[in-house]
Structure formats: C-alpha cells, structure tokens
C-alpha cells in the first residue's frame, strides 16, 4: 500500500467555488456607494452652514475695506463652487436601482472614481486657493487696525502664521492622505468588479 500523498488528485476532489460571491461583491460595492453619498450630504451641510455663518456674521461688520469685501466674496465662491463640482455626482450615487448587474456597479463605481479624482486634484487646489487668499485678505482690515506695533505683530503671529500652517498642514497631507485611502477603496472595489464580470464572460 503506498503512502505517496496524491495532493493532484486531492485537489482535484476539492468542491469547484473559486469565483466569487457576486451577490457579496455587489453589497460591498452598495455599501461604498450610499457611504460616499452620506459624505456629499455631510459636505453639503457643513460648507453650506459655513457660508450662511460668514455671511451672517459679516452682515453685522463694517467693512471699511475693498480687501474684506474681496475676502468675503472668495472664501464663499471657493465653498459654492467646489459644491456645484461636488453635487455632479449625486445622479450616480443617488440612482438606487436594487436590480443593477456587476457590469452596472462597476460602471457607475468608475464613474465616481474620475469624478472624485478631479475633485482630489483641480477642485480641492481651486478651492483652497480660493480660501486661503479670502481669509488672508478679509484679515488684513482688522490687522492694520491694531495701534501698535506688538498689536500688529502680535495678531499677525496669532493668526497668519496660524492660519497659514494649518492651510499647508491640510493641503500638503491632510488632502493627498484622503485622497489616497478613497481612491484605493474604489480602485479595490473596481478591481473585483472587474474580475467578476471576466469570469461571467468566460461561463
């Protein structure tokens, strides 16, 4: 009697399942979908709360400067104008359609991916060109209104310097680093979504 392991022929004895759940793949590819869409939501609530907050606050200062006004009217276009650009998406995250094949997740899943791609790249720098430059100039009213010395230096430390690093701490890692995890997580989920649709070809 031999005692050879045959692992050819214990292999081949083996239950033939090695493609993939489309039914899990498909749920995954749902649940990145309305959790991108619970995001646009977040955002659309949290820059728009924060352009009624500036306009509401400003209505109250007198606006001695042409500068202020220009700040103002920066800071709120870079936050309208990354929403518009943002809110394209909504008919590719908000079209729920329970009977959407792979080849149809994986469509709208590229589609979302481009978008958010340049989103993450000329829309995030326009905007925070846009944000930067209003509230570097809305400040410089209330700078120069300090009488001495110390109080100019003092304010311009306490919030240029401030306002500055954090600007380049959120441009230069904040952003690439989301960037980088949303673009892996769609391109993982592209990537089994297209494996999918190969083996339904092949069968």
């Known amino acids: 009697m031999s005692t050879e392991i045959d692992f050819k022929s214990l292999w081949n004895k083996q239950p033939v399942d090695a493609s993939p759940d489309i039914k899990e793949i498909t749920a995954k590819a749902e ?14 609530l949290i820059l728009l709360g924060t352009v009624v907050f500036i306009i509401a606050i400003n209505l109250n200062i007198h606006k001695e400067w042409l500068t202020t006004k220009i700040g103002i009217i920066l800071m709120v276009t870079g936050m309208l104008l990354y929403l ?34 340049f989103l993450d790249t000329i829309m995030i720098n326009i905007y925070f060109t846009f944000l930067s430059s209003g509230m ?7 700078a120069l ?16 310097v ?24 769609f391109g993982d989920m592209i990537t089994r979504l297209e494996e999918v649709n190969k083996q339904l070809k092949e069968e």
Do not use: C
């Open 31 to 44: 649940k990145l979908r309305r959790y991108t869409a619970r995001k646009l939501i977040i955002m659309n």
């Open 84 to 117: 518009v650009v943002y809110n394209r998406m909504i008919p590719l995250l908000f079209k729920n359609n329970p009977d959407n094949s792979s080849q149809e997740y994986l469509n709208q899943l590229i589609a979302i991916k481009r978008k958010h791609a």
């Open 136 to 142: 570097l100039l809305y400040m410089v009213q209330f």
């Open 145 to 160: 209104r300090m009488k001495t010395i110390g109080g100019i230096a003092y304010y311009g430390i306490a919030y240029y």
């Open 162 to 185: 401030v306002i500055v690093l954090w600007m380049a701490f959120a441009w230069f890692y904040l952003k690439p680093r989301d960037a980088r995890k949303r673009q892996k997580k």
